[in-house]
């Protein structure tokens, strides 16, 4: 299982360190979530930070868009490799997600712990990505929900059975515990990652109780 480090949780003013630190310890994957305060409650980054890292950095940059009408702030991400969208923000997801691809970039859903993968079955055939919520979106101190590794094993096998090949994400109090009891193919983390100074540390003990 593959670890995305969630940029929301990270001490900016080390970022320079911090994206080393990423590097040296053979992450890929940087989580971005923007987050409008309508969709979820929080505010976070937007496509400035992208852009910055995308400048600095060869790290994937993979923006999860938590925000109302997705449609109206893809062309700001020009800079992020891959774009994740909630299904339940947008009244016209397979429109976004050809959006996405017409914008050169890999697409993703993201789903939240109460839209079931049968409402969304239709559109997996143009994701190039599946983001699985373990919480509910944008509120912090939720507990990890296990009962959503049932929904990663439902695409596995819709993946398996229509020959499609998107990755499934999981996201959302990921810890060395939790990661234990999921099957996706990528964990994103950013509490426990960014808990301590012990970066490296960190990912070390995540990659080690996750599975391969």
Known sequence: MKIAPSLYNAPLMRLEQIL????DEGIEILHVDVMD????????????????????????????????????FLARFQNA???????EATAH?????????????DA???????????????????????LVMTVNPGRGG?????????????LKDIRSQKQLSF??????????QTIQKLDADCAVSGGFLFQSPDLAGN??????????
Do not use: W
């Open 203 to 212: 990912i070390r003990r995540l990659n080690a109780n996750a599975h391969n």
């Open 108 to 130: 993703g859903l993201a789903l939240n712990p109460g839209t079931p993968v049968s409402l969304v079955e239709d559109l997996l055939p143009l994701c190039d990505r599946v």
């Open 37 to 72: 305060g309508h969709f979820v409650p929080a505010l976070s980054f937007g496509e400035k930070i992208v852009d910055q890292i995308h400048s600095d950095s060869p790290l994937y940059l993979d923006v999860h868009l938590m925000v109302d009408k997705p449609e109206q």
């Open 142 to 154: 939720e507990m990890f929900r296990e009962e959503m590794n049932q929904k990663i094993l439902k």
């Open 20 to 23: 080393q630190t990423l590097e």
């Open 167 to 176: 990755e499934i994400q999981a996201d959302g109090n990921i810890t060395e």
């Open 81 to 87: 490799d891959g774009i994740t969208i909630h299904a």
């Open 93 to 105: 997801p397979a429109y976004c997600l050809d959006a996405i691809h017409r914008m050169g970039k």
